[in-house]
């Protein structure tokens, strides 16, 4: 059956391509806003100047023997007053009796001083400009469209003698092309440094990520040594790149105890076999007889059962490591399980030991499997007991939070304490003095774990070592 490869893309071009749409698409709803909030401005601002510029103009203009007529510098203010408008059309400007009828117009004017007849070529004021009562009309023009007329009254003395209408297209108010080229200038702007500031960040933010991702490739070919910049500024790429350069170096300690494992366990099991092997075809062959035989046999049997015991050891990891163990839990007296479980160790050890148990005053009971507990504890003091080197003590304590192996041996050096509950693991010095295959800190922790508590190692130098067995609290009963 054949899968098909997903077509992958990178997170550079992912993340960017996707924050310009979005950015794109927000300064297109961006702009439609700003073009419909700079038109209705601009219009708003525009009838207001047209409403100024009708009364100003309403107020030039005068009456004499009936004829109305402006000031000499009329028009110069009418083409200033333009300009402030910023209209590429001036607008159109008539001058009415109270009927409405024009009787001047602007653009197409006669020259300033008496007023006459309005240009031929004048539009017509609708009717419906004098009809209605505001002072800013929006009308329908035949043959022009949609315009807006601002009207104001031409008084004299008190008395309503004309009418002042200024009347400009709808669009020529709204057109604001000015204003369009620089909003459109604007977003363009930002829209290339927003992209230019998501790609520089995306790349500083990738590029550890790109790095780790070669690491693993890396790592997946075999190549440990590895050297990840680990100095980073954002907390998150800070952990991610620390903890994979720490995963390495633990892989890189593993594969180095994976090979170590197989030279210990072939050097450790081809040993005592290469050793029952000679001496029992020694015996075979009657080259030792009488007291030398039985020697020789009982070296063989002393062979054979550490053969045995390391063997039970790979079996028993194993077993715990699969859940395939039992654990039989039972009320115990803590004070007098731990007193027990050293003393009794302490008898069968081949030379005398400097060893003292302290235990509270008050009897605490647990419930736990006192031969799994009895398995860590030997395991601890076996260590312990390596580490003193023939002079120094040891010291069990039990308290409520759980039991303390201390020892005034050699200590585990710093380089090795955070390796000294991985399986196969042994130190440079202990793997000169004994033979194991590095399973007694691993199983006794897993041993820990399943009796509900824990074992870690609570300090170590070179005065000496402690580890602890903790449990819950929950469970001691007193």
């Known amino acids: 059956m054949f899968t098909k490869n997903k077509k992958r893309t990178t997170l550079l071009k992912y993340w960017t391509t996707r924050y310009l749409v979005t950015l794109i698409i927000g300064l297109i709803l961006l702009g439609a806003g700003s073009l419909w909030w700079i038109q209705t401005t601009t219009l708003e601002n525009r009838l207001n100047l047209m409403e100024y510029l009708a009364v100003e103009t309403a107020n030039r203009v005068t009456q004499e023997n009936g004829i109305m007529e402006v000031d000499p510098f009329f028009n110069r203010m009418l083409e200033e007053r333009a300009r402030v408008l910023q209209l590429e059309k001036e607008p159109e400007l008539f001058i009415t009796d109270l009927s409405g009828e024009a009787i001047f117009s602007r653009p197409r004017h006669m020259s300033p001083g008496r007023m006459g007849p309005q240009s031929q070529n004048s539009i017509d004021i609708p009717s419906e400009v004098f009809l209605n009562k505001e002072t800013i009309q929006k009308v329908d023009v035949e043959e022009i469209g949609v315009m807006y007329a601002v009207r104001s009254p031409i008084m004299e003395n008190d008395n309503q003698i004309g009418w002042v209408v200024l009347m400009q297209s709808a669009d020529e108010l709204s057109d604001v092309n000015q204003e369009y080229r620089l909003l459109f200038i604007l977003l363009g702007g930002l829209g290339v440094l927003g992209w230019l500031v998501i790609y520089l960040l995306s790349r500083r933010i990738l590029k550890p990520i790109q790095d780790v991702a070669q690491a693993a490739a890396q790592i997946k070919e075999g190549n440990y040594d590895l050297n990840l910049n680990t100095e980073s500024s954002e907390q998150e790429i800070y952990e991610l790149v620390s903890s994979f350069a720490e995963m390495t170096n633990r892989l890189m300690q593993l594969e180095k105890l994976r090979a170590e494992l197989l030279a210990g366990v072939t050097h450790d099991l081809k040993t005592p076999v290469t050793s029952i092997s000679g001496l029992v075809q020694a015996v075979r062959d009657g080259v030792v007889t009488g007291e030398e035989r ?139 003095k004994v033979r194991g295959l590095g399973l007694g800190l691993p199983f006794s922790k897993m041993l820990a774990k399943a009796l509900d508590g824990d074992l870690i190692l609570t300090e170590s130098s070179s005065r000496g070592s402690t580890f602890s067995i903790i449990w819950n609290k929950g469970d001691l009963m007193r």
């Not at 398995?375 to 260590?383: G, R, T």
């Open 294 to 432: 039985q020697e020789f046999l009982d070296i063989t049997l002393k062979e054979v059962t550490r053969l045995q015991n390391m063997i039970e050891d790979l079996l028993d990891f194993n077993s715990l490591a699969a859940g395939a163990f039992s654990i039989r839990i039972e009320t115990c007296n803590m004070n007098e399980l731990v007193q027990n479980i050293v003393r009794e160790w302490g008898v069968i050890q081949p030379q005398p030991i400097n060893y003292q148990v302290n235990v509270p005053d008050v009897t605490l009971y647990r419930n736990i499997d006192p031969l799994r507990l009895q398995q860590i504890m030997i395991n601890l003091l076996n260590n312990s007991y390596q580490s003193l080197d023939g002079k120094g003590s040891i010291i069990v304590r039990l308290s409520e939070s759980g039991i303390d192996v201390k020892d005034t041996g050699l200590g585990i050096p710093e380089a090795e304490q955070p390796y000294v509950f991985e399986r196969f693991f042994r130190g440079e010095k202990k793997k000169l």
